[in-house]
Every structure is written in C-alpha cells, then in structure tokens.
C-alpha cells in the first residue's frame, strides 16, 4: 500500500515537471532525468500486464526528448493529465 503512495508521488512529480516545460520554466536537468528514469522503471511493470504503464514509457520518452527538443504543447499537456490523473487515483 505504501509502495503505491511512493509511486504515486513519483507521477506527481513528473506531472509538475511536465508542467514546468509547458509554462516556458526550465526544471533542473537532474530532476527531469530523475523522473525520466523512474519512469521508465516504473513502465517495465506493462511486462507484468499492467496496460496503464504504457502511460510511464510514453512520459519517459517526452521528459528525455524535451531534453534535446522543443517538443509541441498538446503532447506535453497529456502526459502531464495522464500522470496528474494516475497519481490522484494512487492516493485514493
């Protein structure tokens, strides 16, 4: 139980650096890869048959790409609802 509170912070994290990049701020180049990689831990779960891991890799990917890139907004916006979302639910 505690382990899916723990997981859950870790999408609201990412949620609110996903956030930054959308209003123009620059997070910390650590803690974006931070939330990068745990992320793409958390995705392996989709080996186990959990579907809405996808949602993880896909995130994953975006925070490593904005690295490099400018990426366009809309696909910002729903990683940041998809992991806004899963982290509520995780509180629940």
């Given amino acids: 139980m505690v382990l899916v509170k723990i997981l859950g912070a870790v999408d609201l994290i990412s949620a609110i650096v996903f956030l930054t990049l959308i209003f123009g701020m620059t ?13 793409l831990l958390k995705g392996m779960f989709v080996l186990t048959g959990d579907i809405l891991s ?17 990426l366009p907004i809309i696909l910002l916006w729903v990683a940041a609802f998809l992991l806004l979302a899963k982290g509520f639910v995780s509180f629940l």
């Fill in 27 to 39: 997070p910390f180049l650590q803690v974006t890869l931070f939330c990068a990689g745990l992320l």
């Fill in 54 to 70: 996808i949602v993880d890799i896909y995130s994953s990917i975006l925070l490593i790409l904005s690295i490099f890139f400018t």
